[in-house]
């Protein structure tokens, strides 16, 4: 009887003392990831939130969310401040942010795990409308894309390699995809310019939209002097027939790899089990 108190009474203290100890010494709390992505009608934020979900499958007491941003300028800004650890950014800014040019003041350490795949430009105009090139879209009603996305710098550059001035010879808008695709059904933009993933799940809800046709516009002359202008981080691609609803024709474009990176900080054992998983 004298043990059984015993027991008791260690079961107590025990209990007692339990209550009083802070959760991070009971057991190690799961680490916390952010993945930086895009717009929710983009290619980044669906593929992004599925690795998080992966991600926290299968590593070891971390915990990994994905957040919507305006993508990849921002999504570098983040990495770089520290606010997110890993982030989908498209290879030519990524190639800015690493050098310190364009839209970045200072170097930005970011360190590569893999190129997921590439984004296709997809410049979008109204069927009808009498756009047929990049060089129709002056004096349109156009987005060029997100503020502080991929996306806006490589409008900003299409433009100007026809010798269009983004800030005078268009009415401009800086939507994002979903928000461009939107805008587009209720006839307030004619063209829009987008770059990601084939298909892209906003663009596929505008092909299909009754009452609206649209065209995909070719690229493929401007690709010499996005090159000329700004190194080999472009390179051709072709938008096959059929990958929206009324495509009857393949189409030519310009591509850029998406790399999905990190901060050089960052784990190098974590890094390497980040990279072993998506692969």
Not at 22 to 44: C, D, E, F, R, W
Not at 147 to 166: F, H, N, Q, W, Y
Request: aromatic fraction near 8%; proline fraction near 4%; glycine fraction near 10%.
């Amino acid at each position: 009887m004298k043990n059984h108190n015993f027991f008791r009474l260690i079961g107590v203290i025990f209990i007692a003392a339990m209550l009083f100890i802070p959760n991070q010494l009971l057991a190690q709390q799961a680490k916390g990831l952010s993945i930086v992505t895009g717009g929710t009608g983009g290619v980044y934020y669906i593929l992004g939130g599925g690795i998080a979900n992966m991600l926290t499958k299968n590593l070891s007491n971390v915990k990994v969310t994905a957040e919507s941003t305006a993508a990849s300028v921002d999504n570098a800004k983040l990495v770089d401040a520290r606010k997110a650890d890993l982030a989908f950014i498209a290879g030519d800014v990524a190639f800015d942010a690493y050098m310190g040019t364009g839209k970045f003041k200072t170097k930005v350490p970011l360190r590569n795990l893999l190129v997921p795949y590439s984004d296709f430009i997809q410049f979008v105009a109204v069927e009808g409308a009498g756009i047929n090139s990049v060089k129709d879209l002056r004096g349109r009603k156009v987005s060029i894309g997100a503020p502080g996305s991929g996306t806006e710098v490589k409008g900003m550059r299409i433009l100007e390699a026809v010798g269009i001035d983004p800030e005078k010879d268009i009415k401009r808008d800086r939507l994002s995809v979903a928000e461009s695709a939107g805008a587009m059904k209720d006839r307030k933009i004619e063209a829009f310019n987008w770059a990601g993933g084939l298909p892209t799940a906003a663009i596929m809800d505008l092909a299909a939209t009754p009452g609206i046709r649209i065209k995909i516009l070719d690229l493929g002359e401007l690709l010499p002097k996005l090159r000329e202008t700004y190194g080999p981080v472009y390179f051709g691609g072709v938008i096959p027939k059929g990958t929206y609803l009324g495509m009857q024709n393949d189409v030519r474009t310009a591509c850029v790899a998406n790399v999905f990176c990190c901060h050089e900080k960052l784990d190098e054992e974590l890094a390497y089990q980040i990279t072993k998983l998506i692969i």
